[in-house]
């Protein structure tokens, strides 16, 4: 069965850290391009990063930049998200996600998964991020 499972979430003081997980299983990560995005209650869904499978290059949302990081360890399926200084307006349901065709740019990837669920192959479920003192 295809699944995505983020883990790792959970509650931060401002200006600390936290590296989320998403492991994937019932197919091969290492043939997707990959992505993070987030949704707070109220709030669109957004594309914060994503990576081009087949060069590697990324893609960060101008929030994000400069404090996330978007990696990934095909050996071992899974994809990482690396948040540091983390804001309180970082609070989200943090989910990745993956996208198996070709496509024009790492940012057009991004663009799609915000737009529309339906833009990425499969979805995890999400895992809650807080960023509160």
């Known amino acids: 069965q295809v699944q995505l499972v983020e883990s790792g979430g959970g509650l931060v003081q401002p200006g600390g850290s936290l590296r989320l997980s998403c492991a994937a299983s019932?197919?091969?990560?290492?043939?997707?391009?990959i992505g993070w995005f987030r949704q707070a209650p109220g709030k669109e869904r957004e594309g914060i990063s994503c990576?081009?499978?087949?060069?590697?290059?990324?893609y960060y949302e101008d929030s994000v930049k400069g404090r996330f990081t978007i990696s990934r360890d095909n050996a071992n399926n899974t994809m990482f998200l690396q948040m540091n200084s983390l804001k309180t307006e970082d609070t989200a349901v943090y989910y990745c996600?993956?996208?198996?065709?070709?496509?024009?740019?790492?940012?057009?990837?991004?663009?799609?998964?915000?737009?529309?669920?339906?833009?990425?192959?499969?979805w995890g479920k999400g895992t809650l991020v807080t960023v509160s003192s």
């Open positions: 019932g197919f091969a990560l290492a043939g997707f391009h």
């Open positions: 990576m081009s499978v087949s060069d590697g290059t990324t």
């Open positions: 996600a993956v996208h198996g065709s070709r496509v024009r740019n790492v940012r057009g990837l991004c663009q799609m998964g915000t737009r529309t669920r339906g833009g990425m192959d499969y």
